[in-house]
Protein backbone atom coordinates (compact mmCIF):
# COMPACT_ATOMS: atom_id res chain seq x y z
CA UNK A 1 0.00 0.00 0.00
CA UNK A 2 1.40 3.55 -0.69
CA UNK A 3 1.77 5.88 2.25
CA UNK A 4 2.05 9.24 1.51
CA UNK A 5 2.36 12.01 4.87
CA UNK A 6 1.20 15.38 4.13
CA UNK A 7 2.85 17.85 6.08
CA UNK A 8 -0.40 20.03 7.40
CA UNK A 9 1.35 22.04 10.57
CA UNK A 10 0.04 25.03 8.94
CA UNK A 11 -3.24 23.73 8.99
CA UNK A 12 -4.85 26.13 11.62
CA UNK A 13 -3.51 29.55 10.08
CA UNK A 14 -4.24 31.98 7.47
CA UNK A 15 -3.10 29.73 4.41
CA UNK A 16 -4.67 26.66 6.60
CA UNK A 17 -7.86 26.64 4.25
CA UNK A 18 -5.25 25.22 1.11
CA UNK A 19 -4.37 22.28 3.43
CA UNK A 20 -7.96 21.82 4.80
CA UNK A 21 -9.30 21.69 1.29
CA UNK A 22 -7.16 19.41 -0.24
CA UNK A 23 -7.68 16.87 2.87
CA UNK A 24 -10.96 16.84 2.50
CA UNK A 25 -11.34 16.19 -1.25
CA UNK A 26 -8.13 14.16 -1.48
CA UNK A 27 -10.69 11.86 0.95
CA UNK A 28 -13.18 11.71 -1.87
CA UNK A 29 -11.17 10.61 -4.75
CA UNK A 30 -8.31 8.31 -2.87
CA UNK A 31 -9.70 5.27 -0.72
CA UNK A 32 -6.37 3.13 -1.27
CA UNK A 33 -3.80 4.98 -0.20
CA UNK A 34 -2.48 4.74 3.81
CA UNK A 35 -2.08 9.03 4.17
CA UNK A 36 -0.41 10.63 7.63
CA UNK A 37 -1.29 13.94 7.87
CA UNK A 38 0.93 15.62 10.31
CA UNK A 39 0.02 18.21 12.44
CA UNK A 40 0.88 20.43 15.62
CA UNK A 41 -0.23 19.29 19.41
CA UNK A 42 -2.79 22.17 19.41
CA UNK A 43 -4.70 21.13 15.97
CA UNK A 44 -4.55 17.23 16.26
CA UNK A 45 -8.53 17.22 16.52
CA UNK A 46 -8.77 20.43 14.55
CA UNK A 47 -9.35 18.52 11.36
CA UNK A 48 -11.07 14.68 11.84
CA UNK A 49 -10.92 12.38 9.09
CA UNK A 50 -13.72 10.39 7.29
CA UNK A 51 -11.86 7.82 5.55
CA UNK A 52 -10.19 4.77 7.24
CA UNK A 53 -7.20 5.72 5.24
CA UNK A 54 -6.41 8.90 6.83
CA UNK A 55 -5.09 9.41 10.08
CA UNK A 56 -3.62 12.23 11.88
CA UNK A 57 -0.27 12.30 13.40
CA UNK A 58 1.52 14.91 16.07
CA UNK A 59 4.62 16.37 14.42
CA UNK A 60 5.11 19.25 17.16
CA UNK A 61 8.33 21.24 15.24
CA UNK A 62 8.20 25.04 14.82
CA UNK A 63 9.00 26.38 11.79
CA UNK A 64 12.35 27.46 10.76
CA UNK A 65 13.20 25.96 14.05
CA UNK A 66 16.14 23.50 14.65
CA UNK A 67 14.04 21.19 16.19
CA UNK A 68 12.54 21.19 12.32
CA UNK A 69 15.85 20.59 10.60
CA UNK A 70 16.65 17.97 13.21
CA UNK A 71 14.27 16.45 14.96
CA UNK A 72 11.68 16.38 11.88
CA UNK A 73 13.91 14.84 9.80
CA UNK A 74 14.13 11.67 12.03
CA UNK A 75 10.34 11.69 12.32
CA UNK A 76 10.12 11.57 8.92
CA UNK A 77 13.06 9.11 8.19
CA UNK A 78 10.75 6.72 11.02
CA UNK A 79 7.93 7.49 9.44
CA UNK A 80 9.22 5.79 5.94
CA UNK A 81 6.39 7.16 3.71
CA UNK A 82 7.05 6.72 0.05
CA UNK A 83 6.27 10.52 -0.57
CA UNK A 84 6.38 13.54 1.67
CA UNK A 85 3.93 16.58 0.74
CA UNK A 86 4.88 20.05 2.29
CA UNK A 87 2.34 22.11 1.87
CA UNK A 88 5.09 25.09 2.43
CA UNK A 89 8.42 25.66 1.80
CA UNK A 90 9.65 25.28 5.28
CA UNK A 91 11.06 21.83 5.87
CA UNK A 92 13.60 19.67 6.92
CA UNK A 93 16.29 20.29 3.88
CA UNK A 94 18.50 17.39 4.28
CA UNK A 95 15.65 14.46 4.34
CA UNK A 96 16.56 12.74 1.24
CA UNK A 97 12.92 11.07 0.92
CA UNK A 98 10.23 11.52 -2.22
CA UNK A 99 8.96 14.86 -1.77
CA UNK A 100 7.37 17.56 -3.05
CA UNK A 101 6.59 21.03 -2.07
CA UNK A 102 3.84 23.52 -2.32
CA UNK A 103 5.14 27.58 -2.96
CA UNK A 104 1.93 29.89 -2.43
CA UNK A 105 4.30 32.92 -3.15
CA UNK A 106 7.62 34.76 -2.37
CA UNK A 107 6.18 37.09 0.02
CA UNK A 108 8.99 35.85 2.77
CA UNK A 109 11.71 37.24 0.34
CA UNK A 110 9.83 40.25 -0.62
CA UNK A 111 8.29 41.83 1.74
CA UNK A 112 8.75 42.93 5.27
CA UNK A 113 6.82 43.19 8.47
CA UNK A 114 7.22 46.46 10.47
CA UNK A 115 5.50 44.73 13.65
CA UNK A 116 8.69 41.83 13.43
CA UNK A 117 12.37 42.42 14.54
CA UNK A 118 14.31 43.75 11.67
CA UNK A 119 17.15 42.34 12.26
CA UNK A 120 15.62 38.91 13.01
CA UNK A 121 13.27 39.37 9.75
CA UNK A 122 16.06 40.03 7.72
CA UNK A 123 17.89 37.41 8.81
CA UNK A 124 14.91 34.86 8.12
CA UNK A 125 14.86 36.07 4.74
CA UNK A 126 18.59 35.44 4.13
CA UNK A 127 18.52 31.87 5.83
CA UNK A 128 14.88 31.78 3.51
CA UNK A 129 17.01 32.19 0.74
CA UNK A 130 19.07 29.45 1.34
CA UNK A 131 16.15 26.90 2.28
CA UNK A 132 13.99 27.64 -0.94
CA UNK A 133 16.74 27.15 -3.58
CA UNK A 134 17.30 23.96 -1.55
CA UNK A 135 13.42 22.65 -1.85
CA UNK A 136 13.73 23.80 -5.57
CA UNK A 137 16.21 21.48 -6.15
CA UNK A 138 15.59 18.23 -4.05
CA UNK A 139 11.73 18.77 -4.50
CA UNK A 140 10.33 16.01 -6.94
CA UNK A 141 7.87 18.24 -8.02
CA UNK A 142 7.09 22.10 -7.13
CA UNK A 143 2.98 23.18 -6.26
CA UNK A 144 2.17 26.39 -7.51
CA UNK A 145 -1.05 28.42 -7.60
CA UNK A 146 -0.88 30.54 -10.07
CA UNK A 147 1.12 30.94 -13.43
CA UNK A 148 2.37 33.97 -11.60
CA UNK A 149 3.86 32.39 -8.50
CA UNK A 150 5.26 29.72 -10.86
CA UNK A 151 6.87 32.26 -12.77
CA UNK A 152 8.34 33.81 -9.67
CA UNK A 153 10.06 30.93 -8.87
CA UNK A 154 12.04 30.53 -12.43
CA UNK A 155 13.29 34.39 -12.05
CA UNK A 156 14.19 33.26 -8.39
CA UNK A 157 16.38 30.16 -9.22
CA UNK A 158 17.53 30.05 -12.73
CA UNK A 159 18.26 26.36 -13.06
CA UNK A 160 14.72 25.48 -12.18
CA UNK A 161 13.07 23.28 -14.97
CA UNK A 162 9.52 25.05 -15.69
CA UNK A 163 8.06 21.15 -16.49
CA UNK A 164 8.41 20.56 -12.19
CA UNK A 165 6.83 23.30 -11.41
CA UNK A 166 2.81 22.53 -12.05
CA UNK A 167 0.02 24.85 -11.46
CA UNK A 168 -2.77 23.83 -9.06
CA UNK A 169 -5.64 26.99 -8.90
CA UNK A 170 -7.06 27.30 -5.72
CA UNK A 171 -10.71 28.00 -4.92
CA UNK A 172 -13.75 29.46 -2.90
CA UNK A 173 -16.51 27.42 -0.94
CA UNK A 174 -19.61 29.62 -0.96
CA UNK A 175 -22.15 28.88 2.08
CA UNK A 176 -25.22 31.12 1.61
CA UNK A 177 -27.70 29.32 3.35
CA UNK A 178 -25.35 29.36 6.36
CA UNK A 179 -24.84 33.26 6.67
CA UNK A 180 -25.31 34.76 10.42
CA UNK A 181 -25.92 38.52 10.31
CA UNK A 182 -23.37 41.36 11.61
CA UNK A 183 -24.28 44.38 13.85
CA UNK A 184 -22.41 46.47 11.44
CA UNK A 185 -21.89 50.02 12.79
CA UNK A 186 -22.63 51.26 9.18
CA UNK A 187 -25.38 51.29 6.76
CA UNK A 188 -23.21 51.78 3.62
CA UNK A 189 -18.96 50.03 3.88
CA UNK A 190 -16.33 48.86 1.86
CA UNK A 191 -14.84 45.91 3.23
CA UNK A 192 -11.20 43.56 3.70
CA UNK A 193 -10.73 40.62 4.90
CA UNK A 194 -7.61 39.09 5.94
CA UNK A 195 -4.34 39.85 7.65
CA UNK A 196 -2.84 43.10 7.83
CA UNK A 197 0.74 43.07 7.11
CA UNK A 198 2.89 45.79 5.56
CA UNK A 199 2.32 44.13 2.25
CA UNK A 200 -1.14 44.07 2.30
CA UNK A 201 -1.45 47.67 2.24
CA UNK A 202 -4.13 48.26 4.57
CA UNK A 203 -2.64 52.23 5.27
CA UNK A 204 -3.10 53.03 1.39
CA UNK A 205 -7.06 51.71 1.46
CA UNK A 206 -7.46 53.71 5.05
CA UNK A 207 -6.29 56.41 3.18
CA UNK A 208 -7.96 56.15 0.31
CA UNK A 209 -11.36 55.63 2.40
CA UNK A 210 -10.54 59.40 3.65
CA UNK A 211 -10.97 60.50 0.51
CA UNK A 212 -13.90 59.07 -0.23
CA UNK A 213 -15.85 60.94 2.87
CA UNK A 214 -15.41 64.15 1.12
CA UNK A 215 -18.47 62.60 -1.23
CA UNK A 216 -19.45 59.90 0.94
CA UNK A 217 -19.36 60.88 4.67
CA UNK A 218 -21.28 58.06 5.85
CA UNK A 219 -19.37 54.96 4.33
CA UNK A 220 -17.69 52.66 6.61
CA UNK A 221 -14.60 50.58 6.45
CA UNK A 222 -14.76 47.01 7.68
CA UNK A 223 -11.40 45.64 8.34
CA UNK A 224 -12.29 41.85 9.14
CA UNK A 225 -9.62 39.88 10.76
CA UNK A 226 -7.97 38.94 14.13
CA UNK A 227 -6.64 42.15 15.58
CA UNK A 228 -3.01 40.67 16.14
CA UNK A 229 0.19 43.06 16.36
CA UNK A 230 0.17 44.16 12.03
CA UNK A 231 -3.69 44.80 12.74
CA UNK A 232 -3.08 46.60 15.99
CA UNK A 233 -0.88 48.86 14.54
CA UNK A 234 -2.61 49.91 11.77
CA UNK A 235 -5.29 50.38 13.96
CA UNK A 236 -3.16 52.81 16.33
CA UNK A 237 -2.01 54.34 12.79
CA UNK A 238 -5.63 55.33 12.00
CA UNK A 239 -6.70 56.71 15.11
CA UNK A 240 -3.26 58.78 15.30
CA UNK A 241 -4.36 60.31 12.42
CA UNK A 242 -8.17 60.99 12.82
CA UNK A 243 -9.32 58.97 10.64
CA UNK A 244 -13.05 57.89 10.74
CA UNK A 245 -15.60 55.26 10.42
CA UNK A 246 -12.73 52.62 10.03
CA UNK A 247 -14.06 49.50 12.18
CA UNK A 248 -11.74 46.41 13.15
CA UNK A 249 -13.84 43.66 13.42
CA UNK A 250 -11.35 41.01 15.24
CA UNK A 251 -11.95 37.71 14.30
CA UNK A 252 -15.26 36.68 13.10
CA UNK A 253 -16.82 33.26 12.36
CA UNK A 254 -17.14 32.75 8.49
CA UNK A 255 -20.97 33.31 8.61
CA UNK A 256 -21.05 36.99 9.66
CA UNK A 257 -17.80 37.36 7.71
CA UNK A 258 -20.22 36.21 4.71
CA UNK A 259 -22.85 38.59 5.73
CA UNK A 260 -20.70 41.09 5.35
CA UNK A 261 -19.57 39.75 1.94
CA UNK A 262 -23.18 39.75 0.55
CA UNK A 263 -24.27 43.18 2.10
CA UNK A 264 -20.95 45.40 1.47
CA UNK A 265 -21.17 48.14 -1.56
CA UNK A 266 -17.55 46.79 -2.37
CA UNK A 267 -14.80 44.26 -1.40
CA UNK A 268 -11.65 46.38 -1.74
CA UNK A 269 -8.15 43.93 -2.17
CA UNK A 270 -5.33 46.79 -1.88
CA UNK A 271 -2.49 44.24 -1.65
CA UNK A 272 0.96 44.86 -2.88
CA UNK A 273 1.90 40.96 -4.03
CA UNK A 274 -0.03 38.13 -4.02
CA UNK A 275 0.50 34.07 -4.84
CA UNK A 276 -4.02 33.60 -5.63
CA UNK A 277 -5.77 36.34 -3.66
CA UNK A 278 -8.72 33.65 -2.27
CA UNK A 279 -10.28 36.68 -0.38
CA UNK A 280 -11.08 38.57 -3.97
CA UNK A 281 -13.12 34.94 -4.98
CA UNK A 282 -14.86 34.63 -1.61
CA UNK A 283 -16.30 38.00 -2.11
CA UNK A 284 -17.36 37.75 -5.71
CA UNK A 285 -18.87 34.11 -4.48
CA UNK A 286 -21.38 35.74 -2.09
CA UNK A 287 -22.35 38.94 -4.26
CA UNK A 288 -20.05 41.21 -3.50
CA UNK A 289 -18.17 43.63 -6.23
CA UNK A 290 -14.36 43.40 -6.40
CA UNK A 291 -12.17 46.74 -6.60
CA UNK A 292 -8.56 45.32 -6.58
CA UNK A 293 -4.96 46.09 -7.47
CA UNK A 294 -3.42 45.50 -10.22
CA UNK A 295 -0.07 44.06 -8.95
CA UNK A 296 1.08 40.68 -9.01
CA UNK A 297 -1.26 37.56 -9.65
CA UNK A 298 -4.78 39.23 -9.56
CA UNK A 299 -5.56 40.29 -12.70
CA UNK A 300 -4.53 36.70 -13.54
CA UNK A 301 -6.72 35.00 -11.13
CA UNK A 302 -9.71 37.99 -11.20
CA UNK A 303 -9.39 38.36 -15.10
CA UNK A 304 -12.40 40.83 -16.09
CA UNK A 305 -14.30 40.16 -12.67
CA UNK A 306 -12.73 42.87 -10.98
CA UNK A 307 -12.36 46.67 -11.17
CA UNK A 308 -8.38 47.07 -11.33
CA UNK A 309 -6.27 50.19 -9.66
CA UNK A 310 -2.56 50.97 -9.10
CA UNK A 311 -2.08 50.17 -5.05
CA UNK A 312 0.58 52.45 -4.90
CA UNK A 313 -1.59 55.88 -5.89
CA UNK A 314 -4.15 56.17 -3.45
CA UNK A 315 -5.99 58.78 -5.74
CA UNK A 316 -6.36 56.08 -8.02
CA UNK A 317 -7.34 53.56 -5.49
CA UNK A 318 -10.33 55.91 -4.61
CA UNK A 319 -11.28 56.64 -7.99
CA UNK A 320 -11.37 53.09 -8.85
CA UNK A 321 -13.87 52.71 -5.64
CA UNK A 322 -15.63 55.49 -6.45
CA UNK A 323 -16.50 54.19 -9.87
CA UNK A 324 -18.01 51.37 -8.38
CA UNK A 325 -20.22 53.17 -5.84
CA UNK A 326 -21.45 55.85 -7.95
CA UNK A 327 -22.10 53.30 -11.33
CA UNK A 328 -24.81 51.32 -10.78
CA UNK A 329 -24.44 49.19 -14.32
CA UNK A 330 -20.67 49.16 -13.32
CA UNK A 331 -21.84 47.19 -10.23
CA UNK A 332 -24.01 44.87 -11.54
CA UNK A 333 -22.32 43.86 -14.25
CA UNK A 334 -18.54 42.94 -11.59
CA UNK A 335 -21.56 41.30 -9.77
CA UNK A 336 -22.33 39.05 -12.95
CA UNK A 337 -18.82 38.66 -13.85
CA UNK A 338 -18.08 37.75 -10.44
CA UNK A 339 -19.91 34.77 -10.51
CA UNK A 340 -18.74 33.33 -13.69
CA UNK A 341 -15.48 33.60 -12.91
CA UNK A 342 -15.59 31.89 -9.26
CA UNK A 343 -17.38 29.24 -11.26
CA UNK A 344 -13.85 28.59 -13.48
CA UNK A 345 -12.55 27.44 -10.05
CA UNK A 346 -12.84 24.47 -8.01
CA UNK A 347 -11.02 22.73 -4.72
CA UNK A 348 -12.02 19.48 -6.04
CA UNK A 349 -9.91 20.08 -9.16
CA UNK A 350 -7.27 21.23 -7.14
CA UNK A 351 -7.09 17.99 -5.07
CA UNK A 352 -7.48 15.84 -8.22
CA UNK A 353 -4.57 17.90 -9.91
CA UNK A 354 -2.69 17.47 -6.60
CA UNK A 355 -3.59 14.17 -6.76
CA UNK A 356 -1.81 13.27 -10.01
CA UNK A 357 1.71 15.14 -8.76
CA UNK A 358 1.61 12.29 -6.13
CA UNK A 359 1.21 9.52 -8.23
CA UNK A 360 3.73 11.12 -10.92
CA UNK A 361 6.42 11.90 -8.28
CA UNK A 362 6.11 8.04 -7.01
CA UNK A 363 6.31 6.94 -10.01
CA UNK A 364 9.38 8.58 -11.07
CA UNK A 365 11.12 8.27 -7.68
CA UNK A 366 14.45 6.60 -7.74
CA UNK A 367 15.39 6.20 -4.18
CA UNK A 368 18.79 7.20 -4.05
Known amino acids: MRHIAIDARIINTSTGMYVERLLHYLEKIDEVTYYSVLVRAKDKDFWKPTGDNFHVKVAEFDNYSLSEQIGFKYFLDD ?4 LVHFCMPQQP ?26 IIFHFKQLVGRFVFRRVLKTSKFII ?42 FKRYIMYVGQQSDYKNIRRLGEAHQKLLQKYPDLGLILVGKINASAQKNKGYFESQGYKNIHFTDFLPNPQRDWLYQNTAAYVFPSLMEGFGLPGLEAMGYGAPVVSSNATCLPEVYDDAAHYFDPLNTDDMARAIDD ?22 SWARMAKQTYSVYIDAIRNYIRP
Open 324 to 345: VLSDETLRKNLIAEGYKQIAKY
Open 79 to 82: LHPD
Open 144 to 185: APSKYTKNELLKFDKKLNPDKVAITPESADIFVSEVTPYNSP
Open 93 to 118: IFYKGNHVTTFHDLSLLKTYNSDKNW
